[in-house]
């Protein structure tokens, strides 16, 4: 295969400076204390695929959307879009830009309420001077609404006019409007019922496979994950964990983590199966545990996982992952 | 059969506006048996939260209940006095909501809100009240009780803190918990912990629960019975598993059917089409018909009634027929 893939990043890391103010830390002799949000994430991602990131809060699943993006700059870490190399501390070309665009959680908060809906979508098209005229602007406006199943006429509406789930296809119109080929999607469908996230989750899978979409998938929600994924990368602490296609990581988890996050995720089919109790929660990410950062919670933890990080090897950063399963009583 | 622990019949609740009066609840009765948990799922909107605002009689003007009864082991607890009412919150019903940072005081230490809660409730001196909170946050799984009793709810991490609701909420030993969403601002993981918890307390206190939530995961775990709400009515309620599985209800089939199920990958979710109706323009006749696979011309008319169907009751006349 020649055709390179649609996003590769190489050992992003990033880290943000949490330390008390200059003065008080001088007063009290602190020392400067630093967060390492992401840590040596590397994956690629192909040509209309979706990679899904899943992981618990403070996981670091959107510091990594948004180095992507190009809305944080990384402190580490190579980022390619289609073979062009990125420079994520200086912003990037106004045409990789065009290229890339995001979608929020909170469709509430990321449309401005004192737009009409048809500026919010022709916001980019003039951005990036995409529309020769006003009369093709709207006809385009009105192309993208009953792409994402509204009605052209709701241009002229406001976004309060709009429920939750007609929000986030406004918004989803948006970030097609620049002819987008990547979509970064953080949590899309999280604030929506079951009902609407539904019909959200058909709409992009459909778009998708229409413009021939690529699309960087966050979530928690396994069983969205399992829907919408062709890969999926467990992260946990600011690492990946695990990285698989979506069939071979829901059928046959891994590493500890992974398991432990299949086994939390209530069962609609009640089969009675007898749940792992899951330990602990996510540790403070200043100061994480020694060596792997999941020995903690880990079942099968032993001395090596306290003194060694482990590296992603084979889709797994586990020192035991390859061990008989069995081996852990419950 | 003994008498259950709440009983709802026929409520209503009511909106004045400016624009006339929106009927956000129409005609609700269910009711909860001691040691049962009953669940109550529904889309935003579908008057989940109110019923439970209604049953606590904290409803915000100008909502009010309009017609219907809510009866508490028995004696009847809408239209009570607030002096009254205050009593039995905290004391006979506790209640636990989604965020648990609003629900704790920030400036308080967790103890000194328990303690608060516990003695005003219960005819204990100080000295007990401590003891009686310490094996509390014990009993919710706190490392360490002793010690974690004096720390301020930030110092929490966001399950801890949901743990500590849990014993605010259980601390007079209620009949009856509200839980209005209690996992839904935590990560998977923890939210298993917390629902463990939460059926483990009101199974061995026999405490009755009323969970709401839009999880319909969590519900299978937890529920016994589960009751579907659309649009300010029950759609459908009956035991977790003939709900889960065998929904009658053509709502609840398509809420079922849109679940992005974890051991299939189907190329496409089942849909129900459009949104739920605002208040102000509630169908006539059954509620859901503009959405409905099944509808007839009979849905225009008239508002069904609860009725058996399969091993729960639905509201549909054409309940139990496979969309």
Same mark, same amino acid.
């Given at each position: 295969m020649t055709e390179h893939p649609m996003i590769t990043i190489e050992g992003a890391r990033k880290v943000f400076d949490v330390s008390s103010p200059?003065?008080?830390?001088?007063?009290?002799g602190q020392p400067p204390q630093y967060l390492v949000a992401v840590d040596d994430v590397s994956l690629t991602i192909g040509k209309g695929k979706t990679f899904a990131l899943v992981g618990e809060s403070g996981s670091g699943k959107s510091t990594v959307a948004r180095m992507v993006t190009g809305l944080l700059p990384a402190t580490q870490g190579r980022f390619e879009i289609d073979g062009h190399n990125l420079d994520t501390k200086h912003g990037y070309p106004r045409a990789l830009r065009r290229r890339m665009q995001m979608i929020f959680q909170d469709p509430y908060a990321s449309l401005d309420p004192r737009w009409r809906v048809g500026d919010i979508i022709a916001e980019p098209m003039?951005?990036?001077?995409?529309?020769? $005229?006003?009369?093709?602007?709207?006809?385009?406006?009105?192309?993208?609404?009953?792409?994402?199943?509204? +009605?052209?006429?709701?241009?002229?509406k406001f976004p309060h006019q709009f429920s939750g789930g007609q929000r986030q296809r406004i918004a989803i119109a948006r970030a097609l409007a620049s002819d987008a080929d990547v979509l970064v999607c953080d949590e899309p469908t999280s604030a929506l019922d079951v009902s609407v996230q539904a019909q959200i989750l058909n709409l992009m899978?459909?778009?998708?496979?229409?413009?021939?979409?690529?699309?960087?998938?966050? $979530?928690?929600?396994?069983?969205?994950?399992?829907?919408?994924? +062709?890969v999926v990368g467990v992260m946990y602490l600011g690492r990946l964990v695990e990285t698989a296609d979506v069939e071979t990581l829901f059928s046959a988890p891994r590493h500890p983590y992974t398991k432990m996050l299949l086994d939390a995720v209530p069962d609609l089919a009640m089969t009675g199966r007898k749940r792992q109790p899951v330990q602990g929660e996510i540790p403070n990410p200043?100061?994480?545990?020694?060596?792997?950062?999941?020995?903690?919670?880990c079942p099968l933890?032993?001395?090596v996982c306290k003194e060694k990080t482990p590296v992603l090897k084979n889709g797994v950063a586990c020192h035991l992952a390859d061990e008989p399963v069995a081996s852990s009583k419950a | 059969m003994s008498v259950p622990v709440l009983e709802i019949r026929n409520l209503h609740v009511d909106f004045k506006t400016r624009h006339g009066v929106l009927h956000a609840l129409n005609g609700i009765s269910f009711s909860i048996a001691r040691g049962e948990v009953l669940g109550v799922v529904g889309e935003?909107?579908?008057?989940?939260?109110?019923?439970?605002?209604?049953?606590?009689?904290l409803l915000e003007p100008p909502g009010h209940?309009?017609?219907?009864?809510?009866?508490l082991n028995g004696a009847r607890i809408d239209g009570l006095d607030f002096e009254s009412m205050r009593h039995i919150r905290g004391k006979k019903i506790g209640t636990i909501f989604q965020d648990p940072l609003t629900s704790l005081d920030p400036l308080f230490r967790v103890g000194e809100q328990l303690i608060e809660t516990i003695r005003t409730h219960l005819p204990l001196d100080e000295k007990q009240a401590r003891a009686r909170a310490i094996s509390l946050l014990a009993d919710v799984g706190i490392p360490a009780p002793e010690k974690r009793i004096d720390a301020y709810p930030h110092e929490f991490s966001g399950g801890m803190r949901q743990r500590v609701v849990i014993a605010l909420a259980l601390a007079a030993e209620p009949d009856l918990v509200i839980a209005d969403e209690p996992t839904t601002a935590l990560d998977v993981s923890v939210q298993a912990?917390?629902?463990?918890?939460?059926?483990?307390?009101?199974?061995?206190?026999?405490?009755?629960?009323?969970?709401?939530t839009h999880d319909m995961g969590v519900i299978a775990e937890t529920a016994d019975r589960v009751a579907v709400m659309y649009a300010g009515r029950v759609a459908e309620i009956g035991p977790v598993r003939s709900v889960v599985q065998h929904p009658q209800h053509p709502y609840a089939q398509g809420l079922m059917g849109s679940i992005p199920p974890l051991d299939q990958h189907p190329s496409q979710l089942q849909q129900i089409e459009g949104s739920m109706p605002r208040l102000s323009a509630i169908p006539k006749g059954c509620a859901f018909h503009p959405r409905c696979p099944l509808v007839i011309d009979a849905c225009h008319q008239t508002q069904p009634e609860l009725r058996a169907s399969g091993e729960s009751f639905a509201a549909c006349i054409r309940a139990g027929e496979a969309a």
């Amino acid at each position: 295969m020649t055709e390179h893939p649609m996003i590769t990043i190489e050992g992003a890391r990033k880290v943000f400076d949490v330390s008390s103010p200059w003065l008080e830390r001088v007063l009290s002799g602190q020392p400067p204390q630093y967060l390492v949000a992401v840590d040596d994430v590397s994956l690629t991602i192909g040509k209309g695929k979706t990679f899904a990131l899943v992981g618990e809060s403070g996981s670091g699943k959107s510091t990594v959307a948004r180095m992507v993006t190009g809305l944080l700059p990384a402190t580490q870490g190579r980022f390619e879009i289609d073979g062009h190399n990125l420079d994520t501390k200086h912003g990037y070309p106004r045409a990789l830009r065009r290229r890339m665009q995001m979608i929020f959680q909170d469709p509430y908060a990321s449309l401005d309420p004192r737009w009409r809906v048809g500026d919010i979508i022709a916001e980019p098209m003039r951005a990036f001077d995409l529309v020769p $005229s006003r009369h093709e602007e709207q006809l385009r406006v009105g192309q993208l609404l009953t792409m994402v199943g509204l +009605d052209p006429a709701d241009a002229v509406k406001f976004p309060h006019q709009f429920s939750g789930g007609q929000r986030q296809r406004i918004a989803i119109a948006r970030a097609l409007a620049s002819d987008a080929d990547v979509l970064v999607c953080d949590e899309p469908t999280s604030a929506l019922d079951v009902s609407v996230q539904a019909q959200i989750l058909n709409l992009m899978k459909r778009l998708q496979k229409e413009l021939g979409l690529t699309l960087l998938f966050i $979530s928690h929600n396994l069983a969205v994950v399992r829907f919408m994924a +062709d890969v999926v990368g467990v992260m946990y602490l600011g690492r990946l964990v695990e990285t698989a296609d979506v069939e071979t990581l829901f059928s046959a988890p891994r590493h500890p983590y992974t398991k432990m996050l299949l086994d939390a995720v209530p069962d609609l089919a009640m089969t009675g199966r007898k749940r792992q109790p899951v330990q602990g929660e996510i540790p403070n990410p200043i100061n994480p545990p020694s060596g792997c950062t999941f020995h903690p919670r880990c079942p099968l933890a032993q001395d090596v996982c306290k003194e060694k990080t482990p590296v992603l090897k084979n889709g797994v950063a586990c020192h035991l992952a390859d061990e008989p399963v069995a081996s852990s009583k419950a | 059969m003994s008498v259950p622990v709440l009983e709802i019949r026929n409520l209503h609740v009511d909106f004045k506006t400016r624009h006339g009066v929106l009927h956000a609840l129409n005609g609700i009765s269910f009711s909860i048996a001691r040691g049962e948990v009953l669940g109550v799922v529904g889309e935003s909107g579908a008057g989940k939260s109110l019923t439970g605002s209604a049953i606590i009689g904290l409803l915000e003007p100008p909502g009010h209940i309009a017609g219907g009864e809510i009866y508490l082991n028995g004696a009847r607890i809408d239209g009570l006095d607030f002096e009254s009412m205050r009593h039995i919150r905290g004391k006979k019903i506790g209640t636990i909501f989604q965020d648990p940072l609003t629900s704790l005081d920030p400036l308080f230490r967790v103890g000194e809100q328990l303690i608060e809660t516990i003695r005003t409730h219960l005819p204990l001196d100080e000295k007990q009240a401590r003891a009686r909170a310490i094996s509390l946050l014990a009993d919710v799984g706190i490392p360490a009780p002793e010690k974690r009793i004096d720390a301020y709810p930030h110092e929490f991490s966001g399950g801890m803190r949901q743990r500590v609701v849990i014993a605010l909420a259980l601390a007079a030993e209620p009949d009856l918990v509200i839980a209005d969403e209690p996992t839904t601002a935590l990560d998977v993981s923890v939210q298993a912990q917390i629902i463990e918890v939460l059926k483990k307390l009101c199974r061995e206190r026999g405490t009755a629960v009323m969970l709401i939530t839009h999880d319909m995961g969590v519900i299978a775990e937890t529920a016994d019975r589960v009751a579907v709400m659309y649009a300010g009515r029950v759609a459908e309620i009956g035991p977790v598993r003939s709900v889960v599985q065998h929904p009658q209800h053509p709502y609840a089939q398509g809420l079922m059917g849109s679940i992005p199920p974890l051991d299939q990958h189907p190329s496409q979710l089942q849909q129900i089409e459009g949104s739920m109706p605002r208040l102000s323009a509630i169908p006539k006749g059954c509620a859901f018909h503009p959405r409905c696979p099944l509808v007839i011309d009979a849905c225009h008319q008239t508002q069904p009634e609860l009725r058996a169907s399969g091993e729960s009751f639905a509201a549909c006349i054409r309940a139990g027929e496979a969309a």
